[in-house]
């Protein structure tokens, strides 16, 4: 078969969906073979992961994700390139399907909590996704929560979805080599001893609850711990921090390669996750393997 797959979100593995699609094609190219993939894209990011393997080609289309020109375009491409199956590898799925068509839909965040999101998510979810998803041939998500959601709220037929669960990659592992860790921890500038928590700033992430519950530990305490948060700074969390007093006490580890990110799980003592919605949430996952 000609597969046509959509991954022009896949221009950096540091958030959730990037990471799932950029593995899922890396070991698609390892096991297949026989089929053809057409992978579409903005730009040379996956270039070299691919290249090795001789039945995938990349195809530049110059569409922005998330943009408004998509479902215009999108139909127009997929007859071009002629697939026997198009795999719209996020939640942006085209109206007008020339051929059979198969989506992977995450979560539902969008449609849970409309309020934290601008109107046009909510247009878009409510309206243009609920119909597109009424003529797709199947669903992929990643947990049963998810497929919950999608039948609770657009009315899907179970037997249309189906779940593959996300695994941890297998550099998030127990380094034995101390000294490895202790060094990067060092050049880090991190503390021997610190609570760990990795993810975005995103509300539904919960992060202000964690560093209120952090402040009331800190507060009178003799706490040994600091608490190191993934990521560069950002004005909200630095003004909570100088409110609660606990500035001190917090450390923005910066933007962190994942080549580096099971050393900053190995050197933690405590992994902390208080997001309060997820399709399924790595994370979590990742620091017990570590």
């Known amino acids: 078969m000609k597969i046509l797959l959509d991954a022009r979100m896949v221009v950096a593995k540091d958030f959730g ?17 026989e089929n053809d993939y057409v992978i579409m894209v903005n730009d040379d990011y996956l270039a070299d992961l691919l290249k090795p393997a001789k039945n995938f080609r990349l195809l530049k289309v ?4 998330l943009g408004l020109m998509e479902q215009f375009r999108l139909p127009g491409i997929i007859k071009k390139v002629q697939p026997d199956i198009f795999h719209a590898g996020s939640f942006v799925v085209p109206l007008v399907q020339p051929c059979p068509t198969i989506a992977t ?15 046009l998510h909510s ?8 119909k597109a998803l009424m003529t797709v041939k199947r669903i992929i998500t990643i947990s049963e929560f998810s497929k919950n959601d999608l039948v609770a709220f657009y009315k899907l037929p179970k037997e249309l979805i189906r779940v593959a669960y996300p695994a941890v990659e297998e550099a998030f592992c127990q380094i034995k080599d101390r000294a490895l860790v202790d ?27 964690l560093l209120t519950a952090y402040s009331k530990l800190a507060t009178g305490r003799q ?6 948060l993934s990521g560069p700074e950002d004005n909200e969390t630095k003004a909570f921090l100088k409110r609660y007093n606990i500035e001190g006490g917090v450390i923005f580890a910066g933007m962190v390669r994942d080549s580096d990110l099971a050393l900053l799980y190995n050197a933690a003592d405590l992994f902390v996750f208080p997001s309060l919605f997820e399709g399924f949430g790595l994370p979590p996952l990742e620091a017990m393997a570590c």
């Open 17 to 33: 969906m990037g990471r799932y699609l950029y593995n899922l094609l890396k070991e698609l190219a390892n096991i297949d073979q």
């Open 62 to 65: 110059g569409l922005k994700w």
């Open 105 to 119: 839909i995450y979560d539902l965040i969008h449609v849970r909590y409309p309020k934290r999101y601008f109107w």
């Open 123 to 130: 247009i878009y979810y409510n309206l243009v996704l609920r």
């Open 183 to 209: 060094s990067f921890r060092q050049q880090r500038g991190l503390p021997e001893r610190f609570i760990l928590y990795v993810g975005n700033r995103k509300k539904h992430k919960n992060l202000l609850c």
């Open 223 to 228: 706490l040994d711990h600091k608490l190191v």
